[in-house]
């Protein structure tokens, strides 16, 4: 069945460059086409798009944070006033993604070798994330945090974000995914000081 199968996206979805990593872009695709598999596997394609994100991940290259953010330890600068306009900026190697199955604990539970009792059939919201050289790592988040990290990836203003999910800004902190900030119709925060 598989040979068959795996044939498709070979044939259909050839690489366009000489970069080998390229070269499984569009598997996930055919294989979400495939009913047989994805009817006795579910989740398949969903743990098939983890992958990818994370195998991008460890293709992006460094990134530098613009000179225009300012460091989250100068919000202090910031006066009370002008807080509904800061924006965070996310840093640019993440990403996000949901699945109505427990795919960021299924990969969990195998390298950890404790699939006994697991139940794949929980709806999670996860976080990948890389810093420097390091792998990337895996945080399963709650769906506020989820929402507001949506949200400030967009670098909407605090004022234009629901305020329920502002609860969730210290989760998101702690995280290390927030490169810095800047203040709504400004070109830079640095006026400020």
Do not use: W
Not at 51 to 56: F, H, M, N, Q, R
Not at 73 to 101: A, C, G, I, Y
Not at 108 to 129: C, G, K, W, Y
Not at 141 to 148: A, G, N
């Amino acid at each position: 069945m598989f040979p068959v199968n795996g044939k498709t996206p070979h044939h259909s979805s050839s690489p366009q460059s000489g970069n080998v990593a390229d070269y499984g872009e569009g598997f996930t695709h055919s294989v979400s086409e495939l009913d047989n598999i994805t009817s006795a596997v579910p989740y398949l394609v969903d743990v098939m798009t983890l992958e990818s994100a994370i195998d991008a991940l460890n293709q992006c290259p460094l990134s530098s944070i613009n000179d225009d953010i300012e460091p989250l330890v100068n919000m202090s600068l910031v006066p009370e006033t002008q807080h509904s306009e800061l924006v965070f900026h996310v840093k640019p190697n993440h990403r996000l993604m949901q699945s109505e199955f427990a795919i960021a604990s299924l990969i969990e539970a195998i390298h950890n070798e404790q699939l006994d009792d697991f139940n794949i059939n929980q709806p999670e919201s996860v976080l990948v994330t890389k810093q420097g050289l390091a792998s990337p790592n895996i945080h399963v988040i709650d769906e506020t945090s989820f929402q507001l990290l949506v949200a400030l990836s967009h670098q909407q203003p605090l004022k234009f974000i629901d305020p329920a999910l502002l609860t969730a800004l210290p989760s998101i902190f702690a995280l290390d995914v927030v490169a810095g900030f800047t203040l709504h119709n400004e070109h830079t925060a640095r006026s400020m000081t």
